[in-house]
């Protein structure tokens, strides 16, 4: 089974963005981890990240036909992007929503994830921690469907 990892916009500069908030590991560390531990518990990952949100919406599109769930961080997209809200809603597979930071805990905007009624579920306040959160929510999902 093949799990996708998708990042929005300014996710590329983890590491150099607001360490205070981010935290300071890199995208790459990010994924590398998440790779070894996924790989630990028999899961290929597939990793990508994009600013555009059209290609996000072409890459979800796509996962529906190569994976068995999707680990998507849309960053400021999460608070207005419809389109990327459809794209979720149109496919077929587990998409966790995740956040390095409490969005709860923030900016007023950021409070509202317009994605988050599409999506099986929230991940939010752990830092890297949230994306192995989610790795854990999919493989007990699959767990469930077996």
């Known amino acids: 089974m093949k799990i996708l990892v998708i990042n929005g916009p ?34 290929d990952m597939a990793f990508f990240q994009s600013s555009n949100e059209g290609s996000i919406i072409d890459r979800l599109h796509d996962s529906r036909l190569d994976c068995a769930g999707v680990i998507l961080n849309a960053g400021a997209y999460t608070h207005y992007s419809y389109a990327i809200r459809d794209a979720i809603a149109a496919i077929n597979i587990p998409v966790i929503e995740v ?21 099986r579920g929230s991940i939010a306040g752990f830092g890297k921690i949230s994306y192995m959160l989610a790795l854990n929510a999919l493989d007990y999902l699959f767990g469930e469907q077996k």
Do not use: W
């Open 99 to 119: 956040h390095l930071s409490n969005i709860n805990n923030r900016d007023e905007f950021r409070k509202t994830s317009v994605i988050a009624p599409v999506c």
């Open 10 to 43: 300014n996710l590329n500069l983890l590491g150099e963005r607001e360490p205070a908030v981010y935290g300071g590991d890199s995208l790459q560390a990010i994924n590398d981890e998440l790779f070894t531990r996924a790989k630990r518990m028999g899961y």
